[in-house]
Nanobody, 121 residues
Framework: QVQLVESGGGLVQPGGSLRLSCVAS????????MGWYRQAPGKQRELVAV???????NYADSVKGRFTIARDNAQNTVYLQMNSLKPEDTAVYYC???????????????WGQGTQVTVSS
């Protein structure tokens, strides 16, 4: 069994910062891509940022220049540093990891339980 444990969500004022962390645990061969998704009220789920195992990031246009994704492969951890937060960033944020159980086999996606980020005055 694989579990993704998130931390760092909460309430912050506009312009503030927050850092989310997600740790993957269990028995597996390796983790390929990891990412963060979010779902806001009245909106569909969207990919916020994704990072390859080699450390190459991609960002949604709405967060470019404000958010930074990083990972620590030795600790099976992915981070999302969120700066200059806006009310429209308010959403439930979900951690995602593509788990490789055996070499040369397909990856299996796993999801965290989600953490609430609220940006409000």
């Amino acid at each position: 069994q694989v579990q993704l444990v998130e931390s760092g969500g909460g309430l912050v004022q506009p312009g503030g910062s927050l850092r989310l962390s997600c740790v993957a645990s269990g028995r597996f061969f390796s983790i390929n891509a990891m990412g963060w998704y979010r779902q806001a009220p009245g909106k569909q789920r969207e990919l916020v940022a994704v990072i390859t195992r080699g450390g190459s990031p991609n960002y949604a246009d709405s967060v470019k220049g404000r958010f930074t994704i990083a990972r620590d492969n030795a600790q099976n951890t992915v981070y999302l540093q969120m700066n200059s937060l806006k009310p429209e960033d308010t959403a439930v944020y979900y951690c995602n990891a593509d788990i490789l159980f055996l070499p040369l086999s397909p990856t299996v996606p796993y999801w965290g339980q989600g953490t609430q980020v609220t940006v409000s005055s």
